[in-house]
């Protein structure tokens, strides 16, 4: 994991390292990033099987706001 501090490319302001937050029943979830387009599934909402998944890191400007995320 990288700890050296990111600069936005926009404002070169300072990025702060956090995460995307799915909150569904009864759970926190980590947002994760799936290989090919989204199709849907009636009964899970989205169809996962033979997908990658991958953790997304997701950096916030403390200037201008902007959002990068990385996998
Ligand atoms: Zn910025």
């Given at each position: 994991?990288?700890?050296?501090?990111?600069?936005?490319?926009?404002?070169?302001?300072?990025?702060e390292e956090?995460?995307?937050l799915d909150?569904?029943?009864?759970?926190?979830?980590?947002?994760?990033?799936?290989a090919g387009?989204?199709?849907?599934?009636?009964?899970?909402?989205?169809?996962?099987?033979?997908?990658?998944?991958?953790?997304?890191?997701?950096?916030?400007?403390?200037?201008?706001?902007?959002?990068?995320?990385?996998?």
């Amino acid at each position: 994991m990288n700890t050296n501090p990111i600069e936005c490319p926009k404002c070169k302001e300072r990025m702060e390292e956090g995460f995307l937050l799915d909150i569904t029943h009864g759970a926190n979830l980590w947002t994760r990033w799936v290989a090919g387009p989204p199709e849907r599934s009636f009964w899970t909402g989205v169809k996962l099987r033979g997908r990658t998944l991958r953790d997304v890191r997701t950096f916030r400007c403390t200037g201008c706001g902007l959002l990068e995320s990385y996998v």
